[in-house]
């Protein structure tokens, strides 16, 4: 289990064992002592949450609600009392930032919460929806109990079981799915849908729908995610930035498509995600 301090706020994260760990990157808790931090230790009161082209389960360990915000005017959008899912995004949300500090999250890989959600991964594509919807009653069931665990890994491993019982009944992907994962993470900028297909024995209409079924999202739409997450991965570690190089070491025929993209997932220009970037690489702040 891994501690994390960030500009005081306090978080852990735990990654489970296998066959679980197959399925799931880690676990995160934020505000592990049990009790939330005041809004005041948050220097911004909102923040855009990137596109991964995965599955997140948030289960809100306050009273006061997960809440979502309109795009443009940042107004309250939605409320969720207990816990949601976030199916895979292909662009950002908003989210109230003073929360952060009360919610245990499960970090899908993608693909990786099918076999949990009891429906098409399709269904949840750009939604963020109560979990009640989709497991009942047990969802509250589940928070009461992670509530009444007394310390973080009882927190982690209490879900990790959990987790685990219902994978055991689930249905499992289809093995062409796991394969062009594989392929459109190591390379989404030169893969081809009509080739890897073909390489699967399957035809493109029936490929794409099996990836939407099963991840949430048409694939040539999940290569365009995961070359923006390229981009975003590497301004963390350049210290000058080419734009024009970047976005052709990352696929893009030219500039134009490159920021194209970048505004479309992210709601800001690159110069602009730079001068506003947090802590977490995928979540945006906002002054207050």
């Known amino acids: 289990m891994k501690h994390q301090g960030q500009a005081a706020k306090m978080s852990c994260s735990y ?15 934020y505000g592990y002592d049990g009790v939330p931090e ?14 991964t082209g995965t599955t997140e389960l948030v289960i809100n360990l306050h009273d006061d609600g997960l809440k979502l915000f309109n795009q443009q005017t940042h107004e309250l959008q939605q409320a969720i009392p207990v816990a949601m899912v976030c199916g895979a995004h292909s662009e950002f949300f908003v989210i ?5 500090s009360a919610v245990l999250t499960v970090n899908f890989k993608p693909g990786g919460a099918f076999p949990f959600l009891g429906l098409p991964a399709s269904e949840l594509y750009n939604q963020c929806v109560s979990l009640e919807l989709l497991w009942g009653a047990t969802a509250h069931e589940l928070r009461e109990q992670l509530l009444a665990a007394m310390t973080p890994l009882l927190k982690f491993q209490l879900l990790e079981r959990y987790l ?11 093995p062409a799915i796991g394969f062009a994962l594989h392929v459109f993470l190591s390379t989404p900028q030169s893969s081809t849908i009509s080739e890897l297909s073909g390489q699967l024995g399957l035809s ?7 990836f939407q079924h099963e991840v949430g999202m048409a694939p040539k739409v999940f290569c365009r995610v995961q070359r923006f997450q390229q981009i975003i991965h590497q301004l963390r570690r350049e210290q000058t930035v080419d734009w024009l190089d970047l976005a052709l070491r990352c696929g893009y025929y030219d500039q134009a498509h490159f920021i194209h993209d970048f505004r479309a997932f992210c709601g800001l220009t690159p110069g ?6 947090g802590q977490q690489l995928n979540h945006v702040p906002f002054p207050r």
């Open 38 to 51: 005041p809004a005041d230790d948050v220097s911004h009161g909102k923040e855009h949450v990137l596109p």
């Open 96 to 100: 109230d930032a003073t929360q952060t």
């Open 164 to 174: 685990l019982q219902r994978l055991a009944g689930s249905t499992q992907h289809h």
């Open 204 to 210: 493109s209409r029936h490929f794409n729908r099996l």
């Open 15 to 29: 990654v489970p064992a296998a066959p679980l760990s197959d399925y799931v990157n880690c676990f995160q808790l």
């Open 272 to 277: 602009m995600y730079l001068t506003q970037q």
